[in-house]
């Protein structure tokens, strides 16, 4: 359900409590420190993308502060995906301070606390993620956590001018479209964070960020391969089979889960490709499904339409699309 708050018609006395909640039921529970909240001025509009959300906040300077109390009932762990349009955003989270100008956009995670605050006036951008939702995509996420990535080349701009884009439209779109349209952004988001030298860093411990990215770099490049399982990776990967399963356990999945989801993300990749002429029973075999049939079944369970189904939707919601 899409959302939208301004404090332009509350009285000065309640904005503090009106922007607090405003912020909180967006995001989750954060403290809130205004400059001065009687003459605070704020408007944010949310849109819902199915897993995932945007939305478009527009405020004076503020200070926003996530306490070890707000984490005690929290389940689900997110990710903020903030870009700022206006203003230098200040970020501090886990003993890591970053500043982060527009022209570059800031990786924020739900269950550590954390500071963030602008002193300017400023227009900011923000996914929220669910975990869930990003790790088949990135493994150990934790790894992008307190990084600013920049947002005016590549992958990253894609990311950024994709957001801008997307905004406008959202109100022409049914929900299958818009849940679409989500997994579109987290996926564009994906490839720009993987892409990043920093990601083979991490708390995780160099060694076993640089054997994970080696296994998901190789399993992407040999999709194709109806072998592709533990012991071909592990192979070429020059890690024991059971290293291997260790480590993608501490990702909360499985090597054939992870396998599998690779091949729908990419399979979902092709079918949206407006130049892709292919059958979906060729892209099937092209992928390492042994048939039509698997890989529809595997796809409608992990995404909830049809192969068949998001090629029309993707083609109907394209920008060069008659009509």
């Given at each position: 359900m899409d959302v939208s708050y301004s404090t332009a018609g509350t009285v000065a006395f309640e904005r503090k409590r009106y922007w607090d909640e405003a912020v909180s039921?967006?995001?989750?529970?954060?403290?809130?420190?205004?400059?001065?909240?009687?003459?605070?001025?704020?408007?944010?509009?949310?849109?819902?993308l199915g897993a995932v959300s945007l939305s478009r906040l527009e405020s004076d300077?503020?200070?926003?502060?996530?306490?070890?109390?707000?984490?005690?009932?929290?389940?689900?762990?997110s990710y903020l995906i903030t870009v700022p349009e206006t203003a230098e955003i200040s970020f501090e989270q886990a003993g890591k301070a970053v500043r982060c100008k527009p022209g570059a956009f800031l990786v924020e995670r739900s269950h550590l606390p954390y500071e963030f605050s602008y002193t300017a006036k400023n227009t900011l951008w923000v996914l929220k993620v669910p975990i869930a939702t990003l790790r088949p995509r990135v493994g150990l996420p934790e790894r992008i956590a307190s990084l600013s990535f920049d947002s005016t080349r590549g992958t990253g701009a894609l990311f950024v001018d994709m957001i801008r884009l997307v905004a406008p439209r959202l109100v022409e779109m049914d929900a299958p479209a818009r849940d679409?349209?989500?997994?579109?952004?987290?996926?564009?988001?994906?490839m720009s964070l993987i892409s990043d030298e920093r990601m083979l860093t991490s708390d995780a411990g160099s060694v076993q960020v640089g054997h994970l990215h080696r296994v998901e770099s190789y399993i992407r490049a040999n999709l194709a391969r109806a072998d592709l399982g533990p012991q071909v990776i592990a192979d070429a990967c020059g890690i024991s089979v059971r290293y291997l399963h260790q480590l993608m356990k501490r990702q909360g999945t499985s090597?054939?889960?992870?396998?599998?989801?690779?091949?729908?993300?990419?399979?979902?990749?092709?079918?949206?490709?407006?130049?892709?002429?292919?059958?979906?029973?060729?892209?099937?075999?092209?992928?390492?499904?042994?048939?039509?049939a698997q890989l529809s079944r595997h796809f409608k369970a992990h995404f909830g339409y049809s192969p068949s189904e998001a090629r029309e939707r993707s083609h109907l919601t394209s920008p060069s699309s008659p009509g």
């Open positions: 039921s967006t995001y989750f529970p954060l403290d809130l420190r205004f400059q001065n909240s009687a003459e605070f001025s704020g408007e944010l509009n949310v849109w819902d300077g503020l200070l926003y502060r996530r306490q070890k109390r707000h984490l005690l009932h929290e389940r689900e762990e679409m349209t989500g997994k579109h952004l987290v996926d564009i988001l994906a090597v054939c889960h992870w396998i599998r989801v690779q091949r729908l993300l990419r399979c979902d990749e092709m079918l949206r490709d407006p130049t892709c002429r292919k059958l979906v029973s060729e892209i099937a075999y092209a992928l390492g499904f042994s048939d039509h």
